[in-house]
């Protein structure tokens, strides 16, 4: 499985931003898809996540109620809407899958394919 994440840039606080994730090859055999990210000097975090056929989801606390995590399975498509982005937000994104889970709780030791990072920057 191939992921390319796309969509980053620079945005100012309260801005939006959608980050893409396009999935390829043996997709089909996919639980969840997921949004992790890491701030500079910090370690990588839990975003959001998508079970690929359920549809259920799952958040970390700083951005619930901010972003938003959709797919579009038809087209092997995740995406990321963030709203109200604050300076905070500021890292680079990387979209994630997981072949087995019993759940969309996921950690980045869960993980079974990386993409590359996209940079967000949220200026104040």
């Known amino acids: 499985v191939q992921l390319q994440a796309s969509g980053g840039g620079l945005v100012q606080a309260g801005g939006s931003l959608r980050l893409s994730c396009a999935a390829s090859g043996r997709t089909a055999g996919l639980y969840a898809m997921a949004w992790f990210r890491q701030p500079p000097g910090k370690e990588r975090e839990f975003v959001a996540s998508?079970?690929?056929?359920?549809?259920?989801?799952n958040y970390a606390d700083s951005v619930k109620g901010r972003f938003t995590i959709s797919s579009d399975n038809a087209k092997n498509m995740v995406y990321l809407q963030m709203n109200s982005l604050k300076p905070e937000d500021t890292a680079v994104y990387y979209c994630a899958a997981v072949v087995y889970s019993s759940s969309v709780y996921l950690n980045c030791r869960d993980m079974d394919y990386w993409g590359k990072g996209t940079l967000v920057t949220v200026s104040s």
């Open positions: 998508t079970a690929w056929s359920a549809g259920n989801t």
